[in-house]
């Protein structure tokens, strides 16, 4: 019997197009949209994919494994109707030179107020203004898994002081202080740049809170690349609009879109990206260099082998 494969993603025909010359055997069906899904849900053994609903998960009776797109699996992890039996693998490794630069280019662009040039360069306005450096500040890094590492790496070439919070500790030269997660609020405490870059799980959902940017300095900048909900947005925007802290730049939000009336539009102090940390010109090659491989270990039969394999409680 062969084994149907569902692509869905807005570059899903890109997929398949590197896909079907190599692997001949299996049926693929390529769309951009869960409307374009159709009958082929109920043959789908694999899908490839960053998000599906639920609704369409409950006809997927012979649905064996999900290889997520990107590294955060919990918006397919937690779809009430998908089988416990399921396997799910993830595209972990392959984001740290991306996602380290975004973090670069997002304290760089809050230490110089950079949207406010570009708001003067629309209006034609000359105007100047010393500009803060990263060299000799400190940065808090909460998660240090590939991307925090990569993180780490490029603060460490800017001469920054690196604190790292982890529930393992590592051994890293890029690290100068490394701590567990009881030390976060002396962590951000001491910090002036604050990076969110660990997983959404059930400890870590909204585990920065009043209290957490409450002990931040004023002058200090919280940036987050994970998930929306790490964060209680609603603290945040109280944190932001009484100075609590300098300002923010953030990446992803608890809804997305974010909504039109929400108050982080018309924020100063805020730098708001569409969750494109990840996203460059060359993410097709990059998951298909792990997708390839589980997918010849999948036809082998090797299914405890699959690369990036996720432990599901």
Known sequence: MNTHLLILDPSAEKYKKALQPKFPEVVIHATTQEEGVGAFIEKMHVLLTFRISDDLIKKAGNLQWIQAMGTGVDRLMYLPSLRKEVLITSTRGIHGPQMSEMALLLMLSLSRNFPQTVRNQDQEIWERWPGEMLYQKKVGILGIGVIGREIALKCKAFGMTVFGISRREKNLDAID?????????????????????????????????????????????LINLARGAIIDEDALVHALNSKTIAGAALDVFSQEPLPKEHPFWKMRNVIITPHMGGWVTNYAEQVLGIFEDNLQRFLRGERETLVNLVERH
């Open 177 to 221: 202080y490394f701590y567990g997660p009881k030390d976060l609020l002396k962590v951000m405490s001491e910090v002036d740049y604050f990076i969110i870059a660990v997983p959404l799980t059930p400890e870590t959902r909204m585990m920065i809170g009043s209290q957490a940017l409450s002990s931040m300095k004023p002058t200090a900048f």
